[in-house]
């Protein structure tokens, strides 16, 4: 993904795969992923993302081309450590996937689906029909709360260029395949 221009360069020189990951940190990796995407909505501006902020042209850009969004006071919260269910909705609602089947039967196939927020049980579906899921170290656990390492977001975003004919599949024990 580093050689295809999907990862930037990390100013340590190295990848960090445990760093828990902020949604600012999650707009600038989806930014990069996703750059060919037209926009489909103007960005909003955020009383917690002023001009000058470090990822504000990725944040604009990912809620511009709809994958991410804020909440209902109008603010972005950058700097707040991103669960791995709000990344698979991101990535979801970016890429306009909606289930093929009921989400509960879909995500029958994890043993923690339940904990995670209602609204988002559709959108997590559609990443795990379409083969997007990544769960290390047991398939079968999708620890939605968790916060999100960069391994695990690039993870599911090489999962997503796959489905898109961007990159070539990997092969993965941890990948978990299309429901």
């Known amino acids: 993904m580093y050689d ?7 100013t340590s020189g190295q990848f960090q795969p445990d760093q828990v990951l902020t949604r600012a940190e999650l ?3 989806l930014d990069r992923a996703f750059s060919d995407k037209p926009t489909a909505q103007p960005p909003l501006n ?15 850009r990912a809620v511009a081309t709809g994958f991410m969004s804020g909440y209902p006071d109008n603010t972005f919260a950058p700097d707040r450590s991103v669960p791995r269910y709000e990344v698979l909705v991101a990535i979801a609602t970016g ?12 995500l029958q196939s994890f043993v923690d689906s339940g904990n995670m927020p209602a609204w988002s049980r559709s959108k997590v579906a559609a990443t795990a029909e379409q083969g997007l899921i990544v769960n290390h170290p047991s398939r079968d656990q999708l620890r939605p709360n968790q916060a999100a390492t960069r391994a695990e977001i690039v993870a599911f975003l090489h999962q997503a260029l796959v489905s898109q004919g961007k990159l070539p599949p990997v092969n993965s024990e941890f990948a978990v395949p299309a429901l």
């Open 4 to 10: 295809q221009g999907y990862l930037p360069d990390f």
């Open 27 to 29: 707009a600038a990796l």
């Open 46 to 60: 955020f009383s917690d993302v002023p001009d000058t902020y470090w990822a504000a042209d990725a944040i604009d």
């Open 95 to 106: 890429l306009k996937l909606s289930p093929s089947t009921t989400a509960d039967a879909t």
